[in-house]
């Protein structure tokens, strides 16, 4: 999927949590924040070490994950 790699799954970085190209910052931190209600600008303020697309893959990563869909094996 486009702008996925930015995300970077590394287990000695947040216990393996997504993160945004390594650093600790993880996407479910920038999703967090988003849902609070900051703006893209407040968050590039606040981290900024950020850029827009590391936002932008945030968000496609989240989708992406809530799109997965479990299926329950079968325990005949």
Not at 51 to 60: G, K, M, V
Request: glycine share 8%; charged share 20%.
């Amino acid at each position: 999927m486009k702008n996925l790699d930015r995300i970077t799954l590394n287990p000695d970085v947040m216990g393996g949590k997504p993160c945004i190209r390594g650093l600790r910052v993880t996407v479910g931190t920038i999703i967090g924040l988003l849902a609070s209600g900051l703006s893209n600008e407040d968050i590039l303020k606040m981290y900024p070490y950020l850029q827009h697309e590391d936002l932008i893959a945030a968000l496609s990563y989240a989708a992406w994950r809530s799109e997965e869909v479990e299926v329950p094996l079968n325990t005949l």
